[in-house]
């Protein structure tokens, strides 16, 4: 009996010390972006890097993601002949929820294994160190860049996936005999400028979720190239299970907000 509390209270510890270097890890970082020096040309290249590289596949994403919503959509309203409302439909459901998720998703598989892998093998092959002896601030030199990128390109991703995918959406409702016009007449009816706001802002909050999350698992990066492996997986599923957890309490915030 001892033995098994005694495990659980290990375990426990463990789990908070973690918990609380990640908070102390994420509210040094930020502090840090609003100081001197700024790292123009890493934060170029991190924005190259994740941005600019992420759009082929938030646009595959978008398209069909955009597609299998109207095909749904237009099954389901074509018996109340209501097919006219497919454009709405998919326009909200993809900028309120699927566009920031699915486009966080398939960034923080794609960026968040990256920056990890990274950066744990700068920690592992000992590069870190040396960047300490040499009096660099590791976090401003290598999580602030990163972090920046990633609240700038991610939201902008984001409504590149949510352009595509109405467009997408588009595509499929002209099989039906839905005209440009009409299936653009039904986003105003769905929509408000807060499902914008919205919209924008969950990418935000995830963009700084996958930033922090794979600073934090890289730069604590142990065991060689096969901790750089666990790193970079533990990274991904990581910052997916946050997104997720994040993205129901922002869903109810603006619930509530709206009243």
């Known amino acids: 009996m001892n033995t098994n509390i005694a495990a659980i209270d290990k375990v426990l510890l463990i789990f ?9 890890l994420a509210g040094r970082t930020f502090i840090r972006i609003f100081r001197r020096p700024f790292y123009y040309r890493e934060f170029a290249i991190q924005f190259d890097k994740l941005g600019f590289s992420s759009l ?27 097919t006219s409302y497919v454009g709405g439909m998919v326009a909200v459901t993809m900028v309120k929820e699927l566009g920031p998720v699915l486009a966080s998703l398939m960034v ?6 990256a920056i ?13 160190d040396a960047m300490r002896v040499e009096g660099t601030d590791i976090l401003k030199r290598l999580a602030v860049p990163r972090l920046k990128a990633m609240l700038l390109a991610l939201p902008l991703l984001t409504i590149v996936t949510d352009v595509v995918s109405i467009f997408g959406g588009y595509i499929m409702s002209a099989g039906y005999d839905i005209n440009p016009i009409m299936y653009i007449s039904g986003l105003p009816q769905f929509m408000v400028f807060q499902d914008l706001i919205e919209g924008v802002l969950k990418p935000t909050v995830f963009g700084a ?20 492996g666990a790193s970079a997986k533990q990274a991904v599923v990581l910052s997916s299970v946050l997104i997720l957890v994040c993205d129901f309490f922002i869903a109810k915030f603006f619930v509530v907000f709206r009243g």
């Open 16 to 24: 908070f010390h973690g918990l609380q270097n990640y908070f102390l």
């Open 56 to 82: 082929f596949i938030c646009i595959l994403t978008g398209l069909f993601s955009g597609m299998v919503m109207a095909l749904q959509s237009l099954i389901q309203l074509k018996p109340f002949a209501a």
């Open 108 to 113: 923080a598989g794609r960026v968040g294994s």
């Open 116 to 128: 990890t892998a990274e950066l744990g093998t700068m920690v592992v092959t000992e590069q870190v």
């Open 209 to 228: 979720i996958i930033a922090i999350t794979a600073c934090y698992t890289g730069l604590n990066t142990k065991g060689g190239a096969a901790g750089v």
